[in-house]
């Protein structure tokens, strides 16, 4: 476990990704701890993988 990961950081985006199956645009953390999945058509977006998301769908835009 890293230090970082202790202390609560204004870190965490919204990021915009975009479905590769239907395009549809689902927004979502960049640091979920869940399964998120198209708004569209249920695609897996994000998957938790050991702590660290990771993201299977595109990333189109990251909202500050
Ligand atoms: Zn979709």
């Known amino acids: ?6 202390i609560p950081r204004p870190k965490s ?7 590769p199956d239907c395009g549809g645009e689902t927004t979502t ?3 979920a701890s ?3 999945k198209c708004l569209f058509c249920g695609r897996e ?3 938790p993988t050991g702590g660290k998301a990771e993201i299977t ?3 189109k835009r990251v909202l500050e």
């Not at 985006?13 to 479905?19: L, R």
């Open 45 to 47: 977006l994000v998957k």
């Open 13 to 19: 985006k919204f990021i915009v990704v975009e479905c």
């Open 34 to 36: 869940i399964t998120v």
């Open 1 to 6: 476990m890293r230090v970082s990961e202790l």
């Open 29 to 31: 953390f960049n640091k």
């Open 57 to 59: 769908g595109k990333v």
